[in-house]
């Protein structure tokens, strides 16, 4: 699935940086589960979906729908590394139901390799602040967020940009400077709402000078797992078996785990219409919990 950058000035923007080549096959070795003692199943779902996310304040977690799906472009990276990086996100998100933009499409996913990553990010928010912080409620998170994904010295830093619409239809349903007011349903109640909330486009820069100690897989999936959810670049994941931590623990997994695989299933699976944000995430654990069980009981993998 070839796909690509639509607006040049990000091709301009990529600092010059040194490719990065694909990496080896991991080699056969045995990931240890992590266990977090004194604390059920339950438990630990509930804790992770709870930390793993951060939506805009007063909002329930975005998905990506099929308007407009994602279209995945990967900047400053060698050839076929660009192109396996795209394949294998647009390969996670059409296991999701998402559908993949065709080449030529204009990115929606837009991923960033650089050496100067700090001043790459920084130029893109200030050449551009409203991609970053588009005007209505429920774009972003906050203005210091914004900071931080700029001053970060993480090796992998995103932003995400959701937007409101009607559940039924997908129109818009926030008020967008210059435009009409939306005509919303009102259907609902006091704990539902016809109001969802969509992904319209994440950025995910990617520092090359700290990329020592992991492979290609591990980061393409790293990739792939924070740009299909508004993940926390601040949450404390230590205790649990997720790809997020291998930066911190490079043994901990080859790929996305069954872990992520279920918090993601769960995410794209629920109903979420709750009215509540903390309703939303408690419907996504609950999935996530039953599959996890389900697991278990079957004995297709081991427990974590």
């Known amino acids: 699935m070839r796909s690509g950058l639509a607006a040049a000035s990000l091709f ?75 394949d294998r996100v647009s390969e996670v998100a059409l296991g999701l139901g998402i559908p993949v933009g065709e080449p030529g499409c204009s990115a929606n996913v837009v991923i960033i390799a650089s050496n100067e990553a700090s001043t790459l990010t920084a130029a893109l928010v200030e050449q551009n602040l409203g991609a970053f912080r588009p005007n209505y409620w429920g774009a972003s998170r906050s203005r210091d967020d914004l900071r931080r994904f700029i001053t970060s010295d993480a090796p992998v830093r995103w932003w995400h940009i959701s937007m409101p619409v009607d559940s039924e239809t997908g129109d818009i349903a926030v008020r967008l400077p210059g435009y009409l007011p939306p005509t919303v349903r009102t259907l609902g109640s006091r704990i539902t709402t016809p109001i969802r909330n969509d992904l319209r486009r994440v950025y995910v820069i990617i520092d090359l000078n700290q990329l020592s100690g992991v492979t290609f897989p591990q980061l393409v999936d790293y990739v792939a797992m924070v740009a299909l959810f508004q993940a926390d670049p601040d949450a404390d994941l230590s205790a649990f078996p997720t790809i997020l931590n291998v930066f911190d623990n490079p043994t901990i997994a080859f790929g996305l785990t069954d872990w992520d695989q279920d918090y993601l299933d769960a995410l794209y699976g629920s109903k979420m219409n709750q009215r509540r944000p903390g309703a939303q995430t408690s419907a996504v654990a609950s999935m996530m919990y039953r599959d996890r069980r389900q697991t278990e009981a079957t004995g297709d993998t081991p427990a974590d």
């Open 12 to 86: 301009a923007l990529a600092l010059a940086a040194p490719g990065l080549a694909r990496a080896q096959e991991p080699p056969d070795t045995t990931v240890q589960d992590i266990v977090v003692l004194g604390t059920s199943l339950r438990e630990q779902v509930e804790a992770f979906s709870d930390t793993v996310v951060a939506p805009p304040r007063g909002h329930g977690p975005a998905r990506w729908s099929d308007r407009p799906g994602v279209c995945v472009g990967v900047v400053n990276l060698q050839r076929d590394a660009a192109q396996d990086m795209a």
